[in-house]
């Protein structure tokens, strides 16, 4: 077990007594869905936006390192882990209600896929893209999550966060400055706490339809059986251009570094084969990169959020 410093050791005095639940050295591949990574210095699972804006405020204040994390379906871990505290924001700060006939809110730990059964249950349409995207909704407002034509950016109305002195602010969808795959939270100044979505009335059973045809897609073309960090690389800014048509036709399916893999199901998502470090999934995305754009001219992005084990 590693050596706590006072700093740490404060912070987490603090957050037991805010009866956050803490865990030491916890195991992160665990938390992702590479399934991948090492352990982390503490872990506190966040109960209330409140608790998040006074412990956010102390760590900062005291030089501790911090990072938020949802469902981790979008991260890799370094192989060491992470030298400094994680906020877990997941299943104790969940809350989803109805504040007005179309207008569903849902803190930063709800799964997407609650948020989308909640909204069929109440018969509102528009969430139907989301239907089986293994994100969180602060994950989803944090990356814009989108697929099959549909974005965050599309339904949300309101978001809000705290910011690194513990203040609580509301942001109109304007303000969030909604890009592909991307918001202002990436700069890392605010942490999500809660989103506000606002959907049409729609067909119980329409609705339904779409998010089964969606699910469907999702089994019959994507790696689903395999850890992964969705899909690994942004599309390229030029219509009708694909990722993993790129990289399959730079030959690379089934390519693989150590336990990391181009998927032979789809050649836009990397996998965990088995076994796989985050040096061999960093090592396959760099060879990807090259290959794809000696071929074809393109500089694949990589859309995977990389965490180091220290700064």
Known sequence: ??????????????????????????PLDKHNTFRIGGSCTAMIDINSPDNLSQLWEEANRLGIRTMALGNGSNVLFDDKGF?????????????????SDNVIVAQAGCPLLKLC??????????????????GSVGGAIFMNAGAYGGEIKDVIKFGRAVDREGRQFEFTAEQMKFGYRSSR??????????????????????????????MGRRREKQPLNLPSAGSTFKRPDVEGVYAGKLIEDSGLRGFSVGGAQVSEKHCGFVVN???????????????????????SGYLLECEVRYIPYSV
């Open 117 to 134: 059964r909640f909204a069929l249950e109440h018969s509102l349409s528009g969430l139907e893209f989301a239907y089986g995207i293994p």
């Open 83 to 99: 030298d400094g505290v994680i906020f877990l924001i997941g299943s104790s700060m969940d809350k989803i209600y109805m504040r």
């Open 1 to 26: 077990m590693r050596e706590l410093d006072m700093n740490t050791r404060s912070l987490l005095t603090l957050a037991e007594e805010l009866e956050c639940r803490v865990f030491l050295d916890e």
């Open 185 to 214: 939270f990436l700069a890392g100044d605010e942490l999500i706490v809660e989103g506000e979505f606002e959907l049409p009335s729609g067909s119980y059973d329409d609705i339904q339809d779409k998010m089964v045809d969606l």
């Open 273 to 295: 084969k088995g076994g796989a470090t985050s040096g061999d999934v960093l090592e396959l995305i760099k060879q990807v990169q090259a290959k794809v754009e000696k071929d």
